[in-house]
């Protein structure tokens, strides 16, 4: 496994140069938060355990109509931090700066916690914490997800399976699993493959795949899709991306598909640049 530790946290690079301001009010008090001013806050509990925590940044200005992007990060569900999406974070928070930003962290995942539900349950529990608190916060209800790798599929399943509340405006989809019941990952031969099969779950029985697999819980009402893949990725096959595209078609859902057939599990350069500038208009498109 931790060969498979190592290439999810560092395949994936993300270099932004950009730069980074924020203001920060003094008054931790949530009943009297000013919207007028920028708010940060670090390491907010939703819950028992020391993982069950996010991040918060609140721009200036905003009204009950300020929406907010939630940032979901990758590891293979046992793994990473927050701290991953910082690039992300940065990024929105310079650049598209009219949106409240949640980097969270989950619990990972070991031999005696499997990660589903577990992570999409703590997913759920800071959307209710962000819904508890929108008066405090003046947000709206309206939610977006950027997630990436692991991180990405928990993004899609939660967005297509447990939004009940129809809340998500987008979700992208960077370099994420979509489909384990695809027959390149069932009938593979390679071990890196094999330990993301291990690292969903026990349960190897096609009903509990397809229950976590966000391409057999996409429906005519799943949210608007970006998604950004590698043609060379060695632990994501191109087929989890095209599939997923094909069937979002099929379903009329709106989406953005964007292949890059020499990039792997991550890129840099022009095709970073191509990928947050496509990113940026998908979010201020569908998170108007």
Not at 54 to 73: C, E, G, M, Q, W
Not at 76 to 98: C, H, V
């Amino acid at each position: 496994m931790k060969s498979l530790k190592f290439i999810f946290n560092s395949l994936f690079v993300i270099v932004l140069f950009i730069s980074c301001s924020s203001e920060s009010s003094d008054d931790g008090n949530l009943d009297i938060l000013n919207p007028l001013a920028a708010y940060e806050e670090l390491d907010i509990s939703y819950g028992s355990d020391s993982d069950q925590v996010f991040d918060l940044y609140l721009p200036a200005n905003r009204t009950s109509a300020t929406k907010t992007v939630i940032l979901i990060h990758g590891g293979g569900w046992t793994s990473g931090d927050k701290a991953d999406m910082n690039p992300f974070k940065e990024y929105i928070k310079t650049q598209m700066n009219g949106y409240a930003i949640v980097n969270m962290n989950y619990r990972l995942a070991d031999e005696n916690n499997p990660p589903y539900p577990m992570q999409i349950n703590d997913i759920t529990t800071v959307v209710d914490y962000l819904e508890t608190n929108q008066n405090n916060y003046t947000i709206s209800n309206d939610i977006g997800f950027v997630g990436v790798s692991a991180g990405a599929h928990l993004s899609l399943l939660w967005c297509y399976a447990f939004d009940v509340e129809n809340q998500s405006e987008m979700v992208c989809s960077v370099v994420g699993p979509t489909n384990f019941t695809d027959p390149v990952y069932l009938n593979n031969t390679n071990p890196l493959i094999q330990e993301i099969l291990d690292a969903i779950g026990t349960d190897t029985s096609i009903p509990f795949l397809e229950e976590v697999s966000p391409y057999h819980r996409a429906t005519v009402s799943s949210p608007p899709t970006i998604m950004f893949y590698g043609g060379q990725d060695p632990l994501i096959p191109t087929t989890q991306g095209t599939d997923m595209r094909d069937k979002l078609e099929e379903l009329n859902v709106t989406h953005e598909f964007n292949f890059y057939p020499d990039e792997g599990h991550g890129w840099v350069g022009l095709n970073l640049l191509d990928t947050t500038l496509k990113l940026r208009t998908f979010i201020e498109t569908h998170m108007q």
